[in-house]
């Protein structure tokens, strides 16, 4: 045990030094090999302009590489092997695609994901915006906040054995330890096997992620109420608005602009949610995601690179949309600045 | 206090609110307690009963044997046998007890119960029973069983965590976990703070373009990259004569699936620094790496923090990416996927399930708690303006 910390550690040291040693060192390069100190005074400032033009793509190269080699690269190969046979050697044009159509797996696992993004990221802002709401007037909000923010602390798979936990059914007579069908044996109902209940089961998978994510969208809409200007709620009261007409017609617009982030960020997450449905059911009882669609296909049989790249490429055409919002959002901050 | 905040003393909404945030509390609490208290229960309790009985103590149905005839005693007309179904158990009482399995509980601790056949059993509370016959126990007659409610009271104990620290490889992949989560936490915010500082303060072409393609990036699902960079990773492997699945493979996966948004992140943050500052310092002839190490580092100390929770959290909790390059072999399996693992393996055992599971969630937890302030403001200075 003590040796592999030893060597854990060790290779911890080589990897973050290495990676300073390249920036100091590449630096170090390009000012040596471009003196500006000599007495020469064009070279000086000749050197320096050009120093000017190099320095900029050494503090990028790593990132750039990273981004070009991990996601950029990735996205156009994925898309030419979408074409070609299982084993991408293959040209077979759009049967991958034709396959996908007809599959039953396939259209089950877009009504999943549909059911999905319909549910999850509204019921997270939704939540979240109330608990928002709540808390911020209360002495006490910062400790419930904390505890609603806690689950995003914790992976998927450590909140997928905490679910299954409450999800957990003993058959006969046995005393129930999961806690829902203890809840519904003490209200005088039938205990359940509860995730594999045809249908219903996803809505049981996808409170794990609701569980997860409203801390999340929480913090930030609390941030935003927290912008709302005082005067215009100050009116709405002193015109004898409730409640329940506060929330709806002042903080809820004036906060728009943040749930449509909030809203953005989970459908992201929603789309790419694999380790849930991995654990829980492994798309067992119809509760097949695209994510997971694909991951069972990169492996089944040996790997079906054609089929999985299909699908990976029908998860992006989902997420195309938000990018280019996405996209257009920043350019408008950025001129803003 | 803010504005709305005002609003809500006015009127008996409150009482409402405080009531509405502690149900909300629960609700959100009770899952991983939940977890927390099995974890600590024996494992035998786990399974007979729900672990929100753990603090009253349980009550569970044992059978047991009673003594052979060979330690029967005369007394009068009668032979009896007597001992102790409790022995060497300490601080648990009998509640009831029978003779057939259908109704454990037939009779009160301390009643005399008639097994017919001239035959009666009396077992008190505290263990002891007195078994007897009006005519002898023949040698070769079995010993009888008996069932008892034993009543247990609350007890926790480390055993669990005792037996997935040793047996169950939990703690060779905590240290792989920590292996893959503590590079791939501090590259990548070295990478994206150079790249965010050229991206900020030095001009060059192309500059406003690579931005957005950074934006871009940040919604491209993982899953896109996983065929091509898993033949890639085969390929290189190959041609090297090593492992495809690699530590170093998977740092660099890691990096690079984090690297657009923290370079968003740390790019708002660090064009957000005051002008002045940074150029004083070219005008006293400070090179962009000086300006960089000495100037805009310290600076960016908060928004650094933030990310690097941030990334942490997401390296450790993460399944799909150590599945594909690191393997799902015993030596490097890491923690969420040695999780999975025992899930399919040790599906009933819960002793072993929670515990693990409270192992993989205790240092994100930690580091949740820890640094809870600087993760809040890393989550709004990507998401809202001015937050």
Redesign the interface.
Known sequence: ?LS??VS?LG??VV??FA??AY?YFS?KIL?LALPVSDGDVRAASRNLNR???I???L??G???F??F???????V??FI?SFYDRS?LQFVGLANYKWAIGDREFRQSIFNNILWLAVVPAACTFFGLV?A??????WW?N??K?????????????????????Y?YRGGND?????LN?IVQLFGGTPEVWISVPFWNNFFLMVILI?IQTG?AM??LS????????????AA?IDGAN?WQ?FWRI?VPQVWG?IA??WT?IT?LV??V??IV??MTNGQWQTMVL?NL??DW?FRGGGD?GR??V???I??LA?TP???W??RR??R??KG? | M??????????P??LF??L??LL??II?????L??FV?ALRDKDQ???????TAFVGSTQTVAVRLGTPDQQKQEGANYVITGNVLEGQTGRSVKAFGNRVQQPAAFEAGETADLGDGESLQINSDGSYRYMKNTAFSPDERPRRIYASVSAPPEFTLQNYKTVLTGEGI??SF??S??VT??AT??PI???A??A???SW???PGR?L???????????????????????YNEIGNMLGQPSKT??GI???H???G??LA?FLLRAYI?GLPKEIIESARVDGA???EI?VRIVLPLSFPALASFAIFQF?WV?????VAM?FLGTDQDHLV??GR??AL?GSRGGN?EI??A??FV??VV??L???GL?RYL?RG??AG?????
Not at chain 2, 28 to 32: A, E, G, Q
Not at chain 2, 383 to 387: E, H, L, R, T
């Open positions: 045990m592999q910390i854990a290779v911890v990897a973050v990676c300073s920036f630096n000012d120093r000017a033009v320095r900029p793509w503090f990028l790593p990132a750039l990273l981004l080699v991990y996601l950029v690269y990735p996205v190969a994925t092997l991408g608990i709401v709540m808390t911020d007037r209360i909000g400790i419930a904390s505890i609603v923010f806690m689950p995003m602390a914790i992976s998927f798979v450590g909140a997928s054995v905490i679910w299954k936990f409450i957990e005393v129930q330890i999961g806690l203890a569980w999340f913090v930030i941030a935003a109420l927290r912008g709302i200007p005082e005067e215009t709620i100050e009261v409640g506060i903080m943040t982030v909030v960020t992201i789309l790419k694999f380790d991995l654990t994510a694909m991951f990169m690179s999985s790249a699908i990976a490429i998860i992006m997420v938000i990018m280019i996405n996209v920043a350019n901050e950025l600045h | 803010t504005a709305v905040g005002n609003y809500f003393k006015i009127g909404a409150r609110v405080h509405a945030v909300i509390v959100w609490l009770i899952p991983t939940g977890i099995s786990i399974v007979v009963s729900g672990w929100w703690g060779q240290i792989n920590l292996t503590i590079p501090i590259i070295l990478i994206a150079f790249a500082y050229a991206l030095m001009e060059f406003a690579l931005i957005a393609l950074v934006v871009g990036l940040i919604v491209v699902p993982l899953q896109m990259s996983l065929i091509p960079l898993l033949r890639l530590y170093p740092w660099f996966a990096t690079a699936f690297m657009p370079i064009a090179s962009d790496f960089f959290l450790w909790n993460d399944l799909l594909v923690l969420t999780l999975n899930l819960w399930l929670t693990s599971a993989t969630i994100p937890l580091v949740f708690f809870q809040v989550l709004l998401s809202v303006k001015g937050g």
